[in-house]
């Protein structure tokens, strides 16, 4: 079965904003059945209320309240989408929480709040996704990690750099567990990406990051969204347990 395009289900965490949302408007706009995950169920709203999804994607468009830490909330969720839709063709692991904290200040309470959303929420959300995609004979995963996850630190914590390597690792396990079931996975590693979450960083901090990029400007969320458009594609199928930066040149290995 071809149904590349059009009829492919999709499911994005953390599409409430940023990267998330930008990733779900690209794949509705490609024509793919789309569930919005996020934990912010305002965030939600605000977009199913909007022009973009109402004048358009409401038919396509489906929006669940999940906390990606929590294991029963993410099985639920994919039977309910199961149940409306039938299948699961794509899962975009994005849901994440970032915080800037000094090694010495990260107590347990802040590590196991940002390890389970951002490491834990990728593997439940995976596992809960591959009985699916094998029985289709076809899946697309792809793990959105960051800079910090290769290289350590530009803005963010230990616990938060920890939890994004942790990304890159499960990626290649799951990517050779399922590579004979139709199933790719793969990373994208952004850097420097204009998203609400920059306003977030230190603009000094940010300048001097800026500085460092050799293509002298930040990334665009769409620049990422196309990149994922092409790793869910039908044409994609031999690239899998890749790593993809899209950090402007900022750190080339
Ligand atoms: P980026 O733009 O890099 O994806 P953001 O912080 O802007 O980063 O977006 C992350 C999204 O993930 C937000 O919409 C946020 O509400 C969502 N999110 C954070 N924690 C969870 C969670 N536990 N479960 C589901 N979604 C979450």
Not at 54 to 80: P, W
Request: overall charge negative.
């Amino acid at each position: 079965m071809n149904i590349d395009g059009y009829g492919r289900i999709a499911v994005v965490t953390g599409a409430g904003q940023g990267l998330g949302l930008s990733i779900a408007k690209d794949l509705l706009e490609s024509g793919k059945k789309v569930v919005l995950i996020d934990v912010n169920k305002q965030a939600l709203e605000e977009i199913k209320n909007s022009e973009f999804i109402q004048s358009k994607y409401e038919a396509r468009s489906m929006f669940l309240e999940i906390d990606v830490a929590n294991v029963q909330e993410i099985r639920s969720g994919v039977g309910a989408i199961i149940q409306k839709w039938g299948r699961i063709d794509i899962l975009v692991n994005n849901a994440g929480v970032r915080k800037e904290t000094a090694i010495e200040d990260i107590d347990i309470e802040e590590w196991n709040d940002i390890v389970s959303v951002n490491l834990g929420g990728t593997f439940f959300f995976s596992q809960a996704v591959i009985d699916t995609m094998k029985k289709q004979k076809w899946g697309r995963i792809i793990n959105m990690s960051s800079f910090g996850g290769q290289f350590g630190p530009l803005t963010s914590g230990a616990h938060y750099c920890a939890s994004k390597a942790g990304q890159l690792v499960l990626t290649k396990v799951f990517a050779r567990e399922l590579a004979d079931k139709g199933i790719t996975v793969n990373t994208i590693a952004p850097a420097a990406i204009r998203t609400p979450e920059m306003e977030k960083i230190d603009p000094q901090k940010l300048e001097k990051i800026i500085s460092n990029i050799p293509v002298g400007r930040v990334g665009e969320e769409t620049e990422v969204s196309k990149l994922v458009s092409y790793l869910i594609s039908e044409s994609a199928g031999y690239i899998t347990g890749s790593t993809f930066d899209i950090n402007g040149g900022l750190l080339m290995r």
